[in-house]
């Protein structure tokens, strides 16, 4: 790190962080040192490159989260100290031991087959009869039958009668005595 810069920029939630981050290596030759989390939601954006290059990546990252309001302050430390370069040599050994992931790359053969399935007809006919029946026997409801269903299958049935007297919105405020003289009534 010698002759080196340290750009720090704070700021307020993660999203200004990478902004920050991004602005800043896209702007200039600078390295990205750390992103550090603080508590209570601020983070710290760390750089490290050549002085001029640092000040414009900071300058560039400062401008590019002014508009979001997230910037809490920055600041570069030009020509660090090596006594202050060892609170950072920790860092940068743990991203140089981090052992690269090897990326396996599996290529597939598309396969072809061809299966001849034979179609079917359907049979339609008894079903048909069997709904039909259904919805005649539904449309007529003893009042014991209507007594055991909640308020909501009630009101599920009372939306599929056609001639029930009552209006959409009645039905959806209407309480579980209003609902059954209705259905008993059509």
């Known amino acids: 790190m010698t002759k080196e810069a340290l750009g720090l920029v704070e700021v307020r939630g993660y999203i200004?962080?990478?902004v920050a981050a991004d602005a800043a290596l896209k702007a200039a030759n600078v390295s990205?040192?750390?992103v550090e989390r603080i508590k209570a939601g601020l983070h710290t954006v760390q750089l490290v490159?050549?002085?001029g290059a640092v000040k414009a990546a900071?300058?560039?990252a400062v401008a590019s989260i002014s508009d979001l309001g997230c910037l809490m302050s920055s600041h570069v430390i030009p020509r660090l100290d090596s006594q202050t370069e060892i609170l950072f040599t920790d860092i940068r050994?743990?991203?140089?031991?981090?052992?690269a992931k090897v990326v396996e790359e599996v290529i597939e053969e598309a396969v072809v087959v061809s299966e001849v399935v034979e179609e079917k007809p359907l049979v339609v006919e008894s079903i048909s009869e069997e709904v039909i029946v259904a919805q005649e026997?539904?449309?007529?409801?003893?009042l014991e039958e209507l007594e055991k269903l909640k308020v909501v299958e009630l009101r599920s049935i009372a939306y599929?009668?056609?001639n029930i007297g009552l209006t959409k919105k009645q039905i959806k405020f209407a309480n579980k005595k209003t609902?059954?003289?209705?259905?008993l009534k059509k």
């Open 16 to 18: 200004g962080a990478v």
């Open 32 to 34: 990205l040192l750390n």
């Open 49 to 51: 490159g050549d002085v």
């Open 58 to 60: 900071v300058d560039s």
């Open 93 to 99: 050994k743990k991203d140089i031991q981090k052992p």
């Open 137 to 142: 026997a539904s449309s007529s409801y003893s």
């Open 160 to 162: 599929r009668e056609p």
């Open 179 to 183: 609902l059954l003289d209705a259905l």
